[in-house]
């Protein structure tokens, strides 16, 4: 067992509890997962498009592109970094932020390029990987309720404002 092991014994997430933990449904958590490694394979591409240049802003800005690809494939897709000792170790802890924690991370990462160099390259490349936070943003707001208990509730309210209006005109009667 290498130190590595003994630091993050709990490298593997366990799929029970963090779906319990923040309320999202397999398939919405597989298809926040895919933005994921589609928008870190955009913000890659896009992000070495982008330094193929001579101006400066565009240049770090490709850079910070293709950190984020790193950081999107570290985090929603270790398996893709398997030569990176770490990787297993970065998954785990994000797979333990809550949804808005994701959604506020991978937002500002794909804004920060932009507010850099503002070109198409760049709000192309950083697009799907603003999708994924905004994906992680709605997972966050939580499910919506059905209509039945939506038609209680507003039943109750109105029976409320119908009993405090009849109170107001008994008593002024």
């Not at 993050?8 to 997430?13: I, K, L, S, V, Y």
């Not at 589609?38 to 490709?62: D, H, R, Y």
């Not at 000792?85 to 390029?113: H, I, T």
Request: charged content about 15%.
């Amino acid at each position: 067992m290498s130190s590595q092991d003994e630091q993050f014994p709990a490298a593997a997430p366990d799929p029970a509890a963090s779906s319990a933990d923040d309320g999202m449904t397999w398939w919405y958590r597989w298809l926040c997962r895919m933005a994921g490694v589609i928008g870190g394979m955009s913000c890659a591409f896009a992000g070495l498009w982008n330094c193929v240049t001579i101006n400066p802003l565009n240049i770090a800005a490709g850079v910070w592109m293709m950190l984020n690809a790193f950081v999107l494939f570290l985090c929603e897709a270790p398996f893709c970094c398997q030569f990176i000792e770490f990787a297993n170790a970065v998954s785990a802890r994000a797979d333990k932020l809550r949804p808005w924690q994701k959604a506020a991370f991978y937002c500002g990462m794909a804004v920060f390029p932009v507010m850099l160099s503002l070109t198409l390259t760049t709000l192309f490349g950083n697009a799907i990987a603003f999708a994924t936070g905004v994906l992680y943003g709605l997972s966050a707001l939580g499910k919506k309720g059905n209509a039945i208990s939506y038609a209680r509730i507003h039943q109750q309210q109105k029976q409320m404002d119908e009993e405090k209006l009849t109170g107001a005109l008994e008593g002024q009667a």
